[in-house]
């Protein structure tokens, strides 16, 4: 079955850029009916969409973080990563990768999530 | 940007008895090619959300038929029939026809 692992620092001072990587297993990440995401989730709040990436290179962003994100893919290694630039403490957060189905709409299966702090 | 938002925003439930969970989306989540773009995910404690319902009302696979998903247009509802310990946890709707895809704030279902 289809695995999400998500991993990177989980520390990361303001202003500096927070690289996380996604690496898919169970599945090939060069699926044409699908693209790869991300979502993150302060402590104790809700799911923020951050953009997804289809293994084209084709991506789409939230245009709250567009500025700042870029969402690449290595289908060499069946993985995915996600760069967001001049972090605040407001980018704390979980940060989730999951399969998203272009024709369905839906995100399926999720990485288990990997807590992001950013604190000098 | 599509606004979704859900109600009730705590529920409190007990085993056994039905439970039911309203979203709605700022506007009509109905696709030009007939599909409704609405989706339900469950969060437990601890864990990732799993997607329970995709377009409006088809539930995942493995998911428990106990779960059943409704609606249209801009008015959706999760219903669980007989609610298990085992469902706790946050509920969110997330709605899927345009970007940036939005979700509501959740529904946290505990139990009594």
């Known amino acids: 079955q289809l695995q999400l692992q998500e991993s990177g620092p989980g520390l990361v001072k303001p202003s500096e850029t927070l690289s996380l990587t996604c690496a898919v297993s169970?599945?090939?990440?060069?699926?044409?009916?699908?693209?790869w995401g991300w979502i993150r989730q302060p402590p104790g709040k809700g799911l923020e969409w951050i953009g997804v990436i289809h293994y084209s290179g084709s991506t789409s962003y939230s245009p709250s973080l567009k500025s700042r994100v870029t969402i690449s893919v290595d289908t060499s290694k069946n993985q995915f990563s996600l760069k967001l630039s001049s972090v605040t403490v407001a980018d704390t957060a979980v940060y989730y990768c999951?399969?998203?189905?272009?024709?369905?709409?839906?995100?399926?299966?999720w990485g288990q999530g990997t807590l992001v702090t950013v604190s000098s | 940007d599509i606004v979704m938002t859900q109600s009730p925003l705590s529920l409190p439930v007990t085993p056994g008895e039905p439970a039911s969970i309203s979203c709605r989306s700022s506007q009509s989540l109905l696709h030009s090619n007939g599909y409704t773009f609405l989706n339900w995910y469950l969060q437990k404690p601890g864990q990732s959300p799993q997607l329970l319902i995709s377009?409006?009302?088809d539930r995942a696979s493995g998911v428990p038929d106990r779960f059943s998903g409704s609606g249209s247009g801009t008015d959706f509802t999760l219903k669980i029939s007989r609610v298990e310990a085992e469902d706790v946890g946050v509920y969110y709707c997330m709605q899927a026809l345009q970007t940036p895809l939005t979700f509501g704030p959740g529904t946290k279902v505990y139990i009594k």
């Open positions: 169970g599945g090939s990440i060069s699926s044409s009916n699908h693209y």
């Open positions: 999951s399969r998203y189905s272009g024709t369905i709409g839906w995100f399926d299966p």
């Open positions: 377009l409006s009302s």
